[in-house]
């Protein structure tokens, strides 16, 4: 179970382009649970994306957002919507937001940021992955996590020992920027590794941020919400 809760609205729309068709998609497992996916999400997201102006071309809730076939199957049903969109908003943890940027091809904003598993750990038959870092990047590293993907956590680019395309800490391991320099390029993004970007608030990664421990008992009150 990853605990995640929506962005404010205005860092959502920062990372759309002017006028961008948007398609909307919420996680209906564990997003929905928390109180940052569903239907409920969905209508937030519409509105606020509207009121941006951008076009919502369409909008899908789908069960389990970290299984990429149900991805799939659920958007090749409306394929028609899915063409038209420029770009993907998904309320979800960072491996749903992931797994649609992997299965769609096209540009991904997350339209939420992942703080903490949830009494218990989840588990999911892929190979995206969430360290949980409450300051979601993925809207600018062509939705694959710079943090999972690079054995360093690097945040900015790769470092000195990325060699034609491998990490240097592996002999065989694809260099996790190389990646997202790759997937950047396919998406015609590069324009996103000259975007200035603040260091990392490290204190959103504690594993449970204090103002949801308010007691002993804050994994139960959390669910009553
Ligand atoms: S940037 Fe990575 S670790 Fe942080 S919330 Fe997004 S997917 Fe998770
Ligand atoms: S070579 Fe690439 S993946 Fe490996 S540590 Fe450096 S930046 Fe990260």
Redesign the pocket.
Known sequence: MLVSELKPIGEILGSLRPGERVFVVACGGCAQTTGAGGEKAIQTLKSAVLEGEHPVVGALEIPFLCNKALIGLKLSRVRTTVDKAEVFVVASCGVGVQAVATVTGKPTVPASNTLYYGAFQGVWPAEERCARCGECVLAETGGICPLT??????LH???????QG?????PG??????KIYDRLAELGRLDLFEKFRPPKDRRRALDVPLSRRRTTLWDLEFWEE
Do not use: T
Not at 157 to 163: A, V
Not at 173 to 178: I, N, V
């Open positions: 993907v690079c054995p360093k956590g690097l680019g790769p470092c000195g020992g990325s060699y491998e990490c240097e800490l592996e391991r694809p260099c996790g920027w190389q």
